[in-house]
């Protein structure tokens, strides 16, 4: 099995932000919650309720003294940072991050991401403790991120790396797509009762206009019910028009 | 100019949820916020300073009675569900919508994305106004999740479809890389301390070892300053080696 990402707090001031931090983990399949001296103290009342379950189905919290403590087992740590700092390091952005620890995760290695306080990120000497640096590419002019916010996009970055949903699908519940042949047999049948109603004026344009129409009933990507209740319009638009 | 998508939520409960999702927009550089009859009212004073600014600087809030009046203006709509609905629709992933909404802005076409309420989401009445769906895809055992972070990952997917950023890069700061003349001087500086210091005892061994450790100083991708530190080091431990 390969590991997963740890999460480590560094700091965390309100409870309430880290059961919202764990609800994302949790969102995104993430369990292993490291805080380093959180303010307000732990366990939190105010963290289990904010995490809507998470704490208590699956997320689990451990605490450590310092940040060196906390990432002393981990082989590849990355610190997130909002601004670029006097250091040189590798800088992800949150895709490329994902990509780098599932490369290392499949040779075996523990990894884990840090994030800073709420209002003042993490320290410089925190960041030298990582390896690498994640930096989320957001609007230049409004970068101020919530915690949670943070840990959930770079959560979701290293889920979607993996994967597999179709970016596109056609979702039909239970309704089987009609047949070519059942929809050729609408078009058909449509053009008989335009052609008795007088649609057809210009008799050159009539294979332009079958043509067009054609092609917007194939594009609906039409189920068999949907075949049979145009047929039951059409029904009754010759009705009305017989009265 | 390409349109950006507007972010139409369907019956909000929560002000402080409302500015939360304008905080996450602007943080994506979308500022077309759309509201069908928020529960609690607008304006809020609850949205406003849950945005942190958001709702002052950039994103503009527009107030309707129904799903239909506030879609009325668009091209292509997409609503975010995170349940199947039993409906022919396309249902896309965050990272497939976001290119499906910019091939349609790039041609000119106007779009928006809707989300439904806190607990209920949207009604099948107002997907069925959707001309697709987008769903994200979580841990299946945990979808729960908050309306801003369903709206920030949207967002997201959508600004990072056509960011820039190098998903990986080196930052130096202001310190210039070391050029490969200083670390192969470095190296062999270090290679002759260690000779002195009877380091080699094994000739054979000598070139594996003195090529590994150039291949060790030469991942590290040293400044000239970090090139010059070493020197100053190699001086500080030869000098406590001679007292």
Chains 1, 2 share one sequence.
Not at 67 to 89: C, L, N, S, W
């Amino acid at each position: 099995m390969s590991h997963k990402p740890a999460i480590i707090l560094v700091h965390p001031q309100l409870g309430e932000n880290i059961g919202m931090c764990a609800r994302a983990m949790l969102n995104c399949g993430l369990t292993d919650l490291r805080l380093v001296a959180p303010r307000d103290g732990w366990p939190s009342d105010k963290a289990v309720a904010a995490s809507s379950g998470a704490l208590e189905k699956g997320v689990t919290a451990q605490v450590f003294d310092t940040t060196q403590e906390a990432v002393a087992g981990f082989h590849y740590v990355i610190a997130t940072t909002a601004r670029p700092r006097d250091m040189v390091k590798t800088v992800y952005t949150p895709h490329g991050a994902a990509d780098s620890i599932w490369q290392r995760a499949d040779r075996g290695e523990k990894t884990a991401i840090l994030f800073g306080a709420e209002r003042s990120g993490l320290t410089n000497e925190d960041v030298a403790l990582a390896n690498a640096v994640v930096t989320i590419p957001l609007n230049p002019d409004f970068t101020s991120l919530n915690i949670a916010q943070a840990v959930l996009l770079v959560s979701y970055a290293w889920r979607a790396a993996r994967d597999e949903t179709a970016t596109s699908a056609t979702a039909r519940g239970d309704s089987p797509a009609a047949t070519h042949d059942e929809i050729t047999a609408l078009v058909a049948r449509l053009e008989d009762e335009m052609d008795k109603g007088g649609f057809f004026r210009s008799p050159e344009l009539r294979p332009t206009l079958v043509r067009n129409l054609t092609a917007l009933f194939m594009r609906t990507d039409m189920t068999s019910q949907e075949v049979r209740t145009f047929h039951g319009i059409i029904s009754a638009l010759t009705r009305s028009i017989e009265k």
